[in-house]
């Protein structure tokens, strides 16, 4: 592992400020000779210095990313044609379960797959390359992204990642450290995974922008997994602009993952950077469920501050279908109920065992593995109140074969399509307005997209968040949805950092 001491750094003067900006902004001081790939990275190595002891979000850095910035301004300099790409020189962080090939480990958090060798890069972490951008390094995250229960943001190779808005309030999972990095300008920009909330929540808590795609948009081959029916793969950045543009440069084709050819057809033609429209709010049917969405029993504020936002959605354009409800909403958010959680468990033991098979050289090769690993390591990965209970559960399920998991299918299919499906389109909406991470369930169950942006912070500091989201291939208009409300509002700060 890098550690972050061993890097010199020499940050010219510049009037270009580097705090907050965004990668329009980093790619015009690019254009303009005010700042080079390797003064940004070395700005990101003081930042870690600086910050990182404190709050925990990145676990490794690349140690060849200093030489990664030089290739690019050599590129640059060359007028090489990778140099005119919107991510190009920009440094990239990635989730630690997502498999990068070159010197950094992908563990998801656990010591069991420390040392393990990927066969090839993540299909997202290819598509990063291609656009130029620099692998800057590994995320911390909730271990094994939160699969295995823990305090979220809590890794054995990491430790506790930190909320740096409010030191003790939760941060957070899965992807914490993607989140928090962006967050705290340790990085630029950041990719999260997401199965059930992994995006989305850990966003709005560190008040930066997640977008979780339309299931398959986004590869996940060479991603450590939880469920292929779940799983995804999306941007964590500051902006909803650097969002697109990450989204940009990973959505698409991969012929290692086969969901992405049936939702490639989804991606529009010129991208989604067309949809930063500041008027986007304009005529969009936007639809509020109150209950449960918008309970806060124990805060008058944020049911205020939330109100407010209304008034503003309306007062930008936006058509707002008030007081809406969703059929089976308490079963669709209970994942014992719903049964998520049983398909979940049945299809992780395929999946997991499918991905350690791949690997090079391994110290783990199938799940059972795994839990003969923490049970002789306890005092690695282990702290006192975890458990092995869902582990062990998926070790003893069959196959998709079972009656159980087939009727966990059936469950989650019905209700999506009675739930979610319907409300949106005999009403139809453009999105379903939400606080927070609490629509995800029915995301996650359905694979559609959500896009959290940052809107307030509550009394003591806390962060707050406003989710969009829709049915499949709707992430054009959830953008223009999304940047509209951010360029309204202009919502984010930086941290506070307070105990």
């Known amino acids: 592992m890098t550690t972050f001491s061993s890097f010199g750094f020499n940050v010219s003067a510049s009037n270009f400020s580097l705090e907050e900006a965004t990668v329009a902004e980093l790619q015009q001081a690019f254009k303009q000779n005010t700042l080079t790939s390797t003064q940004l990275v070395e700005f990101y190595l003081s930042q870690i210095l600086k910050l990182n002891s404190k709050i925990r979000g990145i676990i490794e850095v690349n140690p060849d990313v200093l030489a990664l910035a030089e290739q690019a301004d050599n590129e640059r300099k060359a007028g090489a044609p990778i140099s005119t790409s919107a991510l190009h020189g920009i440094p990239v962080l990635v989730k630690d379960n997502i498999a990068t090939k070159d010197k ?27 656009a130029g951008a620099i692998i800057f390094g590994k995320a911390a995250l909730s271990e094994w992204a939160h699969y295995r229960p823990g305090p979220n943001g809590w890794s054995a190779r990491g430790g506790q990642a ?5 030191m003790s309030a939760d941060p957070h999972g899965s992807s914490t450290g993607s989140a928090i990095s962006v967050a705290t300008n340790m990085v630029a920009v950041s990719l999260g995974t997401e199965t059930d909330g992994s995006i989305l929540g850990p966003a709005f808590a560190n008040s930066v922008v997640g977008i979780k795609p339309t299931l398959g948009l986004t590869s996940r081959a060479g991603v450590v997994p939880i469920s292929p029916r779940q799983d995804t793969i999306g ?3 500051r902006t909803v602009s650097d969002a697109a543009y990450v989204l940009d440069a990973i959505a698409g084709y991969d012929p290692y993952d086969n969901a992405t050819l049936l939702a490639s057809k989804f991606i529009p033609s010129g991208g989604y950077k067309q949809f930063l429209n500041a008027s986007g709010l304009k005529g969009k049917r936007l639809g509020i469920v109150r209950n449960p969405f918008f309970n806060f029993p124990n805060s008058t504020y944020l049911g205020q501050a939330f109100n407010n936002h209304f008034q503003q959605l309306s007062q930008n ?11 089976n909403i308490s079963v669709i958010l209970n994942s014992s109920e719903s049964g998520e959680s049983i398909a979940l468990s049945t299809e992780f033991k395929i ?5 350690l098979s791949e690997l090079v050289s391994s110290p783990i090769r199938t799940l059972a593995d795994a839990i003969a690993f923490n049970l002789n390591h306890s005092t690695l990965e282990m702290i006192p109140e975890f458990g092995q209970a869902v582990f062990l559960a998926a070790e003893n399920t069959t196959d998709t074969s079972n009656p159980a998991y087939q009727a966990a299918l059936k ?35 359905g694979g559609f997209p959500g896009i959290s942006v940052p809107a307030g912070y509550e009394v003591d500091g806390t962060p707050f968040g406003i989710c969009f989201s829709g049915l499949q291939g709707y992430e054009p208009r959830l953008i223009e949805i999304a ?12 941290p506070s950092y307070l105990v």
């Open 104 to 130: 950094l480990n992908t563990t998801a958090g656990s010591f069991a797959l420390l040392g393990s060798v990927v066969p090839r890069d993540a299909g997202v972490v290819a598509k990063l390359r291609a």
């Open 162 to 166: 930190l909320n740096p808005y409010v």
């Open 235 to 237: 941007p964590i950045c």
């Open 317 to 327: 354009g936006a058509i707002l279908v008030d007081n809406l409800q969703i059929a």
């Open 351 to 355: 999946a997991l065992n499918s991905y």
């Open 411 to 445: 469950s989650m299919q019905s209700l999506t399509e009675n739930g979610i499906v319907k409300l949106m389109t005999e009403n139809n909406l453009d999105a379903l307005v939400t606080a927070n991470s609490t629509v995800t369930p029915l995301l996650a169950i």
């Open 483 to 494: 940047y509209a409300f951010e360029q309204a509002t202009k919502a984010r700060k930086p």
